[in-house]
């Protein structure tokens, strides 16, 4: 089985798009603010936005399942208010939902969390419960910088964000690390904000005892780990000589996904980091969408760089492509075993 850990619902119709919209302009006016109802996506509409989109590449790349989550950029914690923040995270997630309802065996459901800048990370618990033990969602995206590019909150190792990491332990579901739009122009958002925090938050982890205080937290770094696996000799001496202890010990807590455009790059990450720490993942259809000239192939298809790795035998394959995502989402493993997979 092939499972992809990393797919965002960037099909959503206009109208879905056009409900945020309105719902920021009146994001001091909850009299006249659209209602929660009106952001309820139909079914026909899923489906029309699912089968000509992930669903259709699914099949084409020959992958099975894929977790999925509201699209990342349209997360935007920085927009609106922690109101506005809230009740975005639950129709974002709702209709999350709904497609892994009329695609239980296609999808499985990964929530965004209603985080503000000015609010305490711990306000999100009450959405992350909900998703996990009243629907089923198998993990979370969590916004290192919901300033969008400020970066003026705490590093997510301060204490400010520890009771999130609690609720994370209990409910046994890992967080992907993932950041939303970008609004400093410094940083475009798919090209620089997501991979800068990708390491940004690596290096937040190696200079802290996070995982001392938390033995069974799991965060998965997208986007191939940023620039993580590319300076691992780098990060290896810092840990050294900062905390005096080996990185190699942050991997029983850290993965890393394939959305890495390339085959050299795929072929570094997989040689760089053990095969156990690595989850097949494509983000599609994301951030790159068009097709390589010198491949004809598109950019995002990770499975065909993977396919390719000469270093890589079967067992490894499997790790990635089923085994470790089974590992790092228990609840995903549970989902799929209940339907006989
Ligand atoms: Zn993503």
Redesign the pocket.
């Known amino acids: 089985m092939i499972i992809d850990c990393?797919g965002?619902f960037t099909t959503a119709p206009k109208s879905f798009r056009d409900w945020r919209a309105k719902q920021i302009g009146f994001a001091d006016d909850p009299v006249n603010a659209p209602k929660k109802e009106e952001a309820i996506l139909t079914d026909d509409q899923i489906r029309e936005a699912i089968e000509n989109g992930q669903l259709k590449l699914q099949k084409e790349r020959g992958s099975d399942l894929a977790l999925f989550s509201p699209i990342?950029g349209l997360m935007s914690h920085h927009l609106g208010n922690e109101r506005t923040s809230l009740e975005w995270a639950e129709v974002s997630n709702n209709n999350v939902y709904q497609v892994t309802e009329l695609y239980p065996d296609n999808f499985a459901p990964v929530c965004q969390l209603p985080q503000s800048p000015s609010a305490p990370p711990k306000n999100c618990i009450p959405e992350l419960r909900r998703c996990v033990e009243e629907l089923g969602f198998v993990g979370c995206n969590l916004n290192p910088d919901p300033t969008g590019g400020y970066w003026t909150g705490k590093p997510m190792t301060d204490r400010e964000w520890y009771p999130l990491y609690e609720a994370l332990v209990d409910l046994d579901v890992p967080a992907m690390i993932?950041v939303a739009a970008s609004c400093n122009c410094n940083f475009h958002g798919t090209g620089a904000h997501y991979l800068n925090a990708d390491t940004s938050v690596f290096m937040q982890v190696l200079q802290s005892d996070l995982f001392k205080d938390f033995p069974t937290l799991r965060l998965v770094i997208?986007h191939g780990g940023g620039a993580v696996p590319y300076h691992w000799g780098r990060y290896r001496g810092m840990s050294l000589e900062i905390m005096m202890r080996p990185l190699e010990g942050l991997l029983d807590n850290i993965f890393f996904d394939t959305?890495v455009y390339h085959q050299p790059g795929v072929e570094l990450l997989t040689k760089v980091i053990p095969t156990d720490n690595v989850l097949f993942g494509s983000?599609m259809i994301?951030a790159v969408r068009g097709k390589d000239p010198n491949t004809g192939h598109y950019f995002d298809d990770t499975k065909r760089y993977l396919d390719a790795c000469a270093a890589l035998d079967d067992q490894d394959r499997r790790k990635i492509f089923e085994t470790n995502a089974r590992r790092v989402y228990p609840r995903l493993d549970a989902r799929l075993r209940s339907r006989g997979r």
Do not use: L, R, T
Request: charged content about 10%; some cysteine.
């Open positions: 990393h965002h990342a993932h997208p959305c983000e994301g």
